[in-house]
C-alpha cells in the first residue's frame, strides 16, 4: 500500500497532458480520446466549498480507499479502471505528483445523478425527518432518533451540481424524467445492492457505512460503469462502532471518520465575526483542525483495509 507523503499535493500540474477539468478534489486529465488519468489532490471541500488548507496525503487515502473498495464490489457492477498503471502516461518528472494517489480509467459518459443512499439518520436527512418525517421525500417511520438506524436503506438521488453549487435532492419519478425507467431503476438497484455489501464488510471491521453516494457513467454502448470515487470518507458517513451505541442514546452526533469533524467546527466558525454563510471564500481551517481530519481518514483506511 502506498504510503501519504507528509508534503501536500493542492493543485496538481501535470503539463504533458491537456487538462479536463478542476473537480472539488481530483484534477483529470485527457489521455487520448478514451481514458481519463484522475489525481486526487489533498484539496478539502465542505458544504460544496473547497477549503484553502489541504489536508496532507489525502489523495493518496481516497485513492487507496477507492480501489479497495471496487476490487470488493467489482461482482455486483463493472467499475472504470483500466488496470493500467498511471504513471505510465506522464513524464518522469511528473510521476511524484500522481504515484499513488491517481487512477487511470475509461472515459465515459457521465449520469448526472448522485446516488445517494442512507442506512442511517444523519446530517441534513435527520433535519428533515424532523420537519417532515421523511427524508427526500421518502416517508419514514415515527419516533426515530438522530443517528438511528433505518428499518432499511433507502435512495434519495441528487442532481449534480457545477463546482461552488449545491447538489439538489431530488425524487426517484425525477430520475425516471431524467434518464428513462429502465436506466433509473438499474442505478437505483445496483446502488442500493452496493451500499448493502459494502456496510456489512465495514461492520464486520467495526465501521458503520451511515450513508454514501455513487456516481455512475455510460460505455458506448449503454453498459452501466461504477465511477469516480467509490465509499471514500469524502462521498461516505464512516462512523466506529464503538461510541455509537452512547450517541444515538444522548441524541448526538456519533464520532465520525469522514469529514464531520471539519463540517463540525465549519458550523461555528466565523468570518469577520458572523458565522460563516457556507459560501466561498471559507474560513481559514487551524493546523490542529488539518490534522485531526488526516489522522481521521489514515485511522479508517487502516482499520478497514487490517
Not at 425527518?129 to 421518502?138: D, H, K, L, N, R
Not at 426515530?144 to 426517484?172: Q, R, S
Not at 462521498?235 to 464520532?255: C, F, H, I, K, M
Request: charged share 25%; with cysteine; glycine share 6%.
Amino acid at each position: 500500500m502506498t504510503q501519504p507523503s507528509s508534503s501536500a499535493l493542492h493543485t496538481s500540474n501535470i503539463s504533458s497532458l491537456p487538462l479536463l477539468a478542476r473537480g472539488k478534489v481530483r484534477d483529470n486529465y485527457a489521455v487520448g480520446d478514451d481514458r481519463i488519468l484522475m489525481v486526487a489532490s489533498d484539496r478539502l471541500s465542505a458544504f460544496d466549498v473547497i477549503m484553502g488548507e489541504p489536508i496532507p496525503g489525502k489523495g493518496v487515502l481516497l485513492t487507496q480507499m477507492a480501489l479497495f473498495w471496487f476490487d470488493k464490489l467489482g461482482h455486483i457492477c463493472p467499475n472504470h479502471l483500466t488496470g493500467e498503471a498511471p504513471e505510465s502516461v506522464v513524464t518522469p518528472e511528473e510521476v511524484p505528483q500522481v504515484q499513488g494517489r491517481s487512477m487511470l480509467v475509461q472515459r465515459l459518459q457521465p449520469v448526472l445523478i448522485e446516488a445517494v443512499v442512507r442506512g442511517y439518520l444523519a446530517g441534513s436527512g435527520w433535519k428533515e425527518y424532523q420537519a417532515s418525517q421523511s427524508v427526500c421525500g421518502v416517508p419514514l417511520p415515527p419516533g426515530l432518533t438522530n443517528a438511528a438506524k433505518l428499518p432499511e436503506p433507502i435512495y434519495t438521488p441528487a442532481a449534480k451540481a457545477e463546482v461552488g453549487d449545491h447538489d439538489e435532492n431530488i425524487t426517484y419519478a425525477r430520475t425516471v424524467e431524467m434518464v428513462g425507467e429502465k436506466l433509473a431503476a438499474q442505478i437505483r438497484d445496483t446502488a442500493l445492492r452496493l451500499y448493502t455489501e459494502a456496510a456489512a464488510i465495514a461492520l464486520e471491521k467495526g465501521m458503520i457505512i451511515a450513508d454514501t453516494k455513487f456516481e455512475f457513467g455510460l460505455t458506448q454502448d449503454g453498459t452501466l460503469v461504477l465511477m469516480d470515487e467509490v465509499l471514500t470518507p469524502d462521498s461516505s458517513r464512516y462512523w466506529p462502532v464503538e461510541g455509537y451505541q452512547d450517541a444515538l442514546t444522548s441524541g448526538a452526533n456519533p464520532p465520525s471518520y469522514d469529514k464531520q469533524f471539519v463540517r463540525d467546527w465549519l458550523e461555528q466558525a466565523k468570518v469577520n465575526g458572523k458565522l460563516w454563510d457556507k459560501k466561498a471564500p471559507a474560513p481559514r481551517v487551524p493546523q490542529e483542525v488539518v490534522e485531526k481530519t488526516a489522522a481521521k481518514y489514515r485511522e479508517a483506511l487502516q482499520r478497514l483495509t487490517a
